[in-house]
């Protein structure tokens, strides 16, 4: 029978892990790993699920991730960058003149069917590998749930996608079709619903990074929430959050943390508002054969402020970054007097005008940058021949505390629930308010749309929801050029539709 091959990226889920660095498997000189005599041991299998999870973190070698496209797609930020054409994939997102063969749509859909590959072969290959049961079925449903995110992201960037369950030959890929989406949506709930009860309540810190019961759980919630089963979401959602919104749960040890600019100090990785999070590490030792390849946070350098440079004593420490990701007038002025504005937004604005500090304008300039994730002097590599743009160590969310709270509010008020004061609604929408110091407001649709945009910022969620709410055209279009009944959705990858069965999406010209 003709063998199968994998080329396997080995990385740190975090630096307890593994190692601190991106090391590759020992290979053959052509850098081949046959499938049939790789997993043998039940390290072969941890090596394997971490190689999962490296899709799940990974980055364009173009200086870019998941939530700098969401970012630059929204009301709340431009590209930036040093021109109209500087990292152009996230130029054409942010101006809507993407097309099937210009923009970072290719990253999105590799991202999604490498990682899908890699869960897919050890599935198929851990029932045969002699370890513990327990760990064995911690495996799989870890690998199940990342499959599930894997293939919930997909969706909601292209809405027309193949499942692919198993390992499939290479030469037949060509055959593959896509799926009705309803029937990808049933495939994401069983991977789900399968994983939840062989996943741990918590994870020890040297496990940061890992999948639990209550971020499986989280997605699934996400997951009925886009299909609108908004009974089913508050349901699991409600898990998650705990009995009591703003106390700790106490099952699963989750809570919002006193300080919300505490969230973005790299040193409170794995907190207790983490359902999820991106692990980075400043030691990855990344270089520029590669950008994407290391394990240090681009988001970091590419929304720093560009040449940067003090004037006075005490202004902010900023490493100079490359500009983008600038925050809008719009944004800005909604945020500017909320108890968030200082740990979401960078004002170069005033440091320049007030002689604190200096930069030099971006494309597209308004004088507000992202702070959560902006690289400082004091939290660069100090590891000795490492490229400092390229190996910062914050963390990034895929899912936290607050982001739930906000969700399950949503779905009891869209399931006619309660939502009075006093109600679970109210309290979870306030909880998030109150631990910024903010008094309460009444549960409606325009107070949690507000809220979830002041509360996560620059994190990659309000594209996302401004398409759930059906409102992306109406904001977006008059600001970037947004067209509805086209710009829901991204264009297939012309490679994707070369000489396969896979059709072009309907709102980009083609049938499906």
């Known amino acids: 029978m003709k063998k199968k091959y994998m080329y396997l990226a080995v990385v740190a889920l975090a630096i307890q892990l593994t190692s601190s660095c991106k090391d590759s498997l020992e290979v053959n000189p052509s850098g081949r790993i046959t499938l049939d005599n790789y997993y043998k041991t039940e ?39 040093g021109s109209a054409t500087d990292i152009n994939d996230l130029q054409v997102v942010s101006n809507y003149s993407l097309s099937a063969n210009v923009g970072p749509q290719g990253y999105l859909w590799n991202r999604g069917y490498s990682g899908i590959f890699r869960a897919n072969t050890l599935l198929a290959k851990i029932a045969d590998i002699p370890m513990a049961e327990a760990q064995k079925n911690r ?74 019961k209550g971020a499986a759980q989280a997605t699934l ?159 660069r590599t100090t590891v000795p021949s490492s490229v400092v743009d390229l190996n910062f160590g914050y963390n990034t969310y895929e899912i936290r505390l607050a982001d739930t709270y906000l969700l399950e509010a949503e779905a009891l008020m869209s399931s006619n629930a309660a939502v009075g004061a006093g109600s679970r609604a109210y309290q979870l929408l306030n909880a998030v308010r109150a631990r910024v110091g903010l008094s309460p407001v009444p549960v409606t649709l325009e107070t949690i749309e507000k809220e979830r945009r002041l509360e996560l910022a620059g994190e990659g969620h309000r594209w996302l929801d401004l398409i759930r709410w059906g409102k992306a055209a109406a904001v977006l279009g008059p600001l970037k050029g947004f067209v509805a009944g086209k710009h829901e959705v991204f264009p297939i990858p012309q490679n994707e539709l070369n000489n396969t069965k896979i059709e072009q999406n309907k709102e980009w010209g083609g049938s499906k």
């Not at 200086?63 to 930036?80: P, W």
């Not at 992201?153 to 692919?164: G, K, T, V, Y």
């Not at 495939?187 to 496990?207: M, Q, S």
């Open 139 to 212: 495996f799989v449903a870890e690998t199940k749930t990342l499959r599930a995110l894997f293939y919930f992201d997909l969706l909601r960037f292209f809405e027309n996608i193949p499942i692919i369950d198993g390992v499939v030959d290479p030469k037949d890929l060509y055959n593959v079709a896509q799926s009705n989406p309803s029937d990808v949506y049933t495939f994401i709930e069983k991977d789900l619903t399968e994983a939840i009860p062989n996943l741990p309540a918590t994870v020890v810190l040297a496990e940061g990074g890992r999948i639990t």
């Open 221 to 379: 919630g996400k997951v009925y929430l886009w299909q609108k089963k908004y009974s089913e979401a508050a349901e699991q959602l409600a898990i998650v959050n705990g009995s009591t919104p703003g106390q700790v749960n106490a099952t699963y040890g989750y809570k919002l943390i006193n300080n919300f600019s505490d969230l973005w100090k790299p040193a409170n990785k794995f907190n207790s508002e983490s359902i999820l999070e991106v692990t980075h590490s400043a030691s990855s030792q990344g270089s520029w054969n590669d950008a994407g390849a290391g394990e240090g946070n681009l988001l970091s350098i590419i929304s720093g402020p560009r040449g940067y440079a003090t004037l006075k004593p005490g202004a902010p420490d900023y490493h100079t970054g490359y500009g983008f990701l600038i925050i809008t007038k719009n944004l800005f002025d909604l945020i500017h007097y909320d108890p968030r504005n200082q740990a979401t937004v960078a004002n170069l604005d005033s440091l320049k005008s007030n002689g604190i500090a200096n930069y030099q304008n971006s494309y597209q300039n308004t004088g507000y940058f992202l702070e959560k994730f902006a690289g400082r002097v004091s939290t």
């Open 43 to 81: 390290a072969d299998a941890f090596a394997a699920l971490v190689s999962v999870y490296d899709r799940f973190g990974f980055q364009a070698s173009g200086l870019y991730d998941k939530i700098a496209i969401m970012d630059v797609a929204s009301d709340d930020h431009f590209a930036g960058g």
